[in-house]
């Protein structure tokens, strides 16, 4: 397969942060709920923080530019409009699964975004020939499922029988047509959203005595 483009150094470095968000998950499968929250949030809390001032400190946008702006879209270091960044993004969406959904549907939609966005963007960038919209290609969509599919294979499971597994793919394939569309909220908290909703919903279809059993 030949290399289309190389990824710049700071795109690079974005996507193995993005990637390593990968440890709130797997932390969360074995520690408690109000434990990770405990840490994110307040994680989330500086973050936003900082981004708040540094529009309006001098100071503080010149250090912010100096040290990531390798790794920042346009959008996250415009001055002129305050804009939350993909790491603020990947928080939000990280807490707003743990929040809503039972604990293995959170951790499936969490690493989702961590791994399979990551690594598909990474695939699209540097292989990809044909895309059916400006940022998304037929490769890099393939490979969002392909990942996904070894996620919800290998992630925990309720039953582990066949059809939950199915509900699982098909759920992936929901998020990828989602992510696939353009829309104006961002990916990082449209993908396990999507992921985590549609997987609900699924379960209560399919699985409808499983609030009797109170796995969920």
């Known amino acids: ?41 307040p994680l989330l809390i500086v973050l936003l923080l900082f981004e708040l001032l540094k529009y309006r400190i001098k100071f503080l946008h010149g ?9 920042l ?3 996250e270091y415009d001055k002129q409009i305050f804009r939350v960044n993909g790491a603020s993004w990947v928080l939000i969406g990280d807490i707003l699964c ?15 975004l961590s791994l399979a966005d990551s690594i598909s963007a990474i695939a699209g960038q540097l292989f990809a020939k044909k895309y059916y919209t ?5 490769l890099g969509t393939t490979v ?8 919800v294979t290998l992630t925990p499971k309720y039953f582990s029988n066949s059809l ?12 990828a047509v989602s992510d696939s569309i353009s829309l104006p909220v961002d990916d990082n908290l449209i993908i396990p959203i999507v992921f985590c909703g549609a997987l609900y919903v699924l379960y209560l279809l399919f699985f409808p005595f499983i609030f009797t059993l109170k796995l969920f």
């Not at 193995?16 to 520690?31: C, N, V």
């Not at 743990?98 to 989702?112: D, N, Y």
């Not at 400006?134 to 037929?138: A, C, D, H, I, L």
Request: hydrophobic share 50%; net charge positive; no cysteine.
């Open 63 to 71: 250090l912010y530019i100096k040290l990531f702006k390798d790794m």
């Open 98 to 112: 743990i929040l809503i959904f039972p604990k293995l549907i959170a951790i499936g939609g969490m690493l989702l």
């Open 134 to 138: 400006k940022n998304r290609s037929y």
């Open 164 to 175: 939950e597994y199915f509900i699982g793919y098909a759920a992936i394939v929901i998020t």
């Open 144 to 151: 969002f499922l392909v990942i996904g599919i070894i996620i």
């Open 73 to 75: 879209r346009e959008h």
């Open 1 to 41: 397969m030949t290399i289309q483009k190389p990824i710049p150094r700071g795109e690079l470095h974005r996507k193995l942060i993005h990637i390593s968000s990968s440890s709130i998950p797997i932390g969360y499968y074995f520690l408690d709920k109000n434990l990770v929250l405990g840490i994110i949030i």
